[in-house]
């Protein structure tokens, strides 16, 4: 069984992406690792050269712009970098995901189970979501998506490169049928809302001008306009995280601080609302 990563970047260093970790998270697991490396001026092509392992290979490209729109370039880009895998398999890390070590075995015998399954096209993670910093989880946020694919053309990336759809009906693979896909025993520790207040807006103005090129703000986005610096307003109603990081964190959490004190949620009225609106999720 011969097993690629891959991913793709654009101004990593400028906001911030852990980057080199989501790679060094599989980096010694898989056969190859793809890094599609969009044209940019912060250091994000260095930093990867950096990595200074014979498995990485990079591919230069420049973003569409006219793929603005809905995010889709994200999943041109995505696609790029998967054309570009040789594996049977191909595990797939957003530049602000990282797998944890702790799983990795279970993670490669589900893809030795499934490789004969010529329908399994895939295989489903589970989420943590961190936000503000590294000790807090938004339990709202997303629970599961197909990170593992399979590496013979029959799945690509769509809508804004969060999931992926088979390539012989358009389906979704996470809402089509549950055969195309098993549980991969794994978990997937996402970081894109760990970021100094300041960045995170900057983050989310970028974002923004790929979902809606030229249109007016999106309701419920306008405070990132008005605002330098984003203040996290669910923090206090967050879960607090008492599990482990993956190991290629550690440097970056050990220079890292929480980002203000937070009390007990089951006494903030916020933790109240979203499990009024979203119900409890834990």
Same mark, same amino acid.
């Given at each position: 069984?011969r /097993?690629? =990563?891959?991913? $793709?970047?654009?101004?990593?260093?400028?906001? %911030? *992406?852990?980057? +080199?970790?989501?790679? @060094?998270?599989?980096?010694?697991?898989?056969?190859?690792?793809?890094?599609?490396?969009?044209?940019c001026?912060?250091?994000?092509?260095?930093?990867?050269?950096?990595?200074?392992?014979?498995?990485?290979?990079?591919?230069?490209?420049?973003?569409?712009?006219?793929?603005?729109?809905?995010?889709?370039?994200?999943?041109?880009?995505?696609n790029?970098?998967?054309?570009?895998?040789?594996?049977?398999?191909?595990?797939?890390?957003?530049?602000?995901?990282v797998?944890?070590?702790?799983?990795?075995p279970?993670?490669?015998?589900?893809?030795?189970?499934?490789?004969?399954?010529?329908? /399994?096209? =895939?295989?489903? $993670?589970?989420?943590?979501?961190?936000?503000? %910093? *590294?000790?807090? +989880?938004?339990?709202? @946020?997303?629970?599961?998506?197909?990170?593992?694919?399979r590496?013979?053309?029959?799945?690509?990336?769509?809508?804004?490169?969060?999931g992926?759809?088979?390539?012989?009906?358009?389906?979704?693979?996470?809402?089509?049928?549950?055969?195309?896909?098993?549980?991969?025993?794994?978990?997937?520790?996402?970081?894109?809302?760990?970021?100094?207040?300041?960045?995170?807006?900057?983050?989310?103005?970028?974002?923004?001008?790929?979902?809606?090129?030229?249109?007016?703000?999106?309701?419920?986005?306008?405070?990132?306009?008005?605002?330098?610096?984003?203040?996290?307003?669910?923090?206090?109603?967050?879960?607090?995280?008492?599990?482990?990081?993956?190991?290629?964190?550690?440097?970056?959490?050990?220079?890292?601080? @929480?980002?203000?004190?937070?009390?007990?949620?089951?006494?903030?009225?916020?933790?109240?609302?979203?499990?009024?609106?979203?119900?409890?999720?834990?």
């Amino acid at each position: 069984m011969r /097993v690629s =990563g891959f991913t $793709f970047c654009r101004n990593a260093v400028k906001y %911030d *992406y852990p980057l +080199v970790e989501a790679v @060094r998270s599989i980096l010694p697991w898989v056969d190859e690792f793809v890094v599609n490396v969009g044209e940019c001026d912060d250091g994000t092509l260095e930093l990867v050269e950096r990595v200074a392992n014979p498995k990485v290979r990079i591919l230069r490209s420049v973003w569409d712009e006219s793929l603005r729109r809905d995010g889709l370039v994200y999943a041109q880009q995505t696609n790029l970098a998967l054309e570009a895998c040789t594996g049977d398999w191909a595990f797939y890390l957003q530049a602000d995901e990282v797998a944890h070590e702790a799983d990795l075995p279970a993670i490669w015998a589900a893809m030795e189970r499934a490789l004969p399954e010529a329908g /399994v096209l =895939g295989l489903l $993670f589970r989420y943590r979501h961190f936000e503000g %910093d *590294y000790w807090s +989880v938004n339990p709202w @946020r997303y629970k599961r998506e197909i990170r593992i694919v399979r590496g013979n053309g029959t799945v690509r990336s769509h809508g804004d490169a969060c999931g992926f759809c088979s390539v012989a009906d358009g389906l979704d693979m996470k809402r089509g049928p549950a055969s195309r896909w098993r549980w991969s025993g794994g978990r997937i520790f996402h970081y894109g809302w760990v970021k100094a207040p300041a960045v995170m807006v900057q983050k989310k103005r970028e974002q923004l001008r790929h979902y809606h090129p030229g249109e007016a703000v999106p309701e419920g986005e306008a405070h990132f306009y008005e605002t330098d610096a984003y203040d996290y307003p669910l923090y206090e109603a967050l879960t607090e995280f008492r599990g482990t990081h993956p190991a290629v964190m550690a440097k970056r959490i050990g220079r890292s601080r @929480r980002l203000r004190p937070r009390r007990n949620r089951w006494l903030n009225w916020r933790f109240y609302r979203e499990v009024f609106t979203h119900g409890f999720k834990g």
